[in-house]
């Protein structure tokens, strides 16, 4: 049953990258419990719809652990191979999101130490107001010294969040790149609400103190 479900996801990734595998209509009157409950009895569809729901979110997530495309493709196919094996362990009175991305950070920070390599995410504050953006790259080509400017801010990011405190980071990777809400990140982390809050605020303050003037 492993073995033919990492196959599985395998190919899934191959036919996403390649762009021959249309999207999954995930059933909109069922919810992530309702997805267990079916993959538990043996739906055949049932684990994939809850992939896809969650395939690009844990993948990104994972990716600002791994600084590594492959490796985070790698991480996030370990993850939904641990989580399908764990299914019958999940408790349906937490929202399963919130068990998933336990798994996941859990897994990132495994390989991290496995692998020695430090975290890179790509977390760019902006306003007073702490609200953030991601430096993400656009889907049109850039020409070659747009490419070179986003590269070197990319590079000024990283060596910035590599100075935040470990709490910091986690709690933007989780905000920004899980796209969690704060109830469920509080939940994870056993914090008060108030406490993520506050503790975000922060660490998108401190990343704007370590970034040179005329970034953000």
Not at 11 to 17: D, K, S, V
């Amino acid at each position: 049953m492993r073995a033919r479900l990492t196959r599985k996801l395998y190919a899934m990734g191959e036919r996403r990258r390649c762009g021959t595998m249309p999207p999954v209509k995930p059933a909109p009157e069922r919810d992530d419990a309702e997805l267990v409950r079916l993959a538990l009895g043996h739906d055949p569809d049932a684990f994939g719809v809850l992939v896809e729901r969650y395939r690009v979110r844990l993948y990104r997530f994972v990716e600002r652990y791994t600084n590594d495309a492959e490796d985070a493709r790698d991480v996030t196919q370990e993850v939904f191979l641990k989580v399908h094996a764990a299914l019958d362990s999940y408790d349906p009175r937490y929202k399963f999101s919130t068990w998933l991305f336990r798994i996941a950070g859990n897994a990132a920070i495994d390989h991290l130490r496995r692998r020695r390599v430090r975290p890179l995410p790509l977390e760019l504050p902006r306003g007073d107001d702490g609200e953030s953006r991601v430096a993400e790259p656009r889907e049109s080509r850039p020409d070659p010294l747009e490419d070179l400017t986003r590269r070197r801010l990319r590079e000024t990011l990283a060596r910035a969040i590599d100075r935040l405190p470990d709490d910091y980071r986690e709690l933007i990777s989780l905000r920004h790149y899980g796209e969690m809400p704060y109830e469920e990140i509080a939940e994870l982390k056993g914090m008060p609400l108030g406490t993520v809050k506050n503790k975000l605020f922060r660490a998108r303050q401190a990343l704007r103190d370590l970034l040179p003037k005329g970034i953000v």
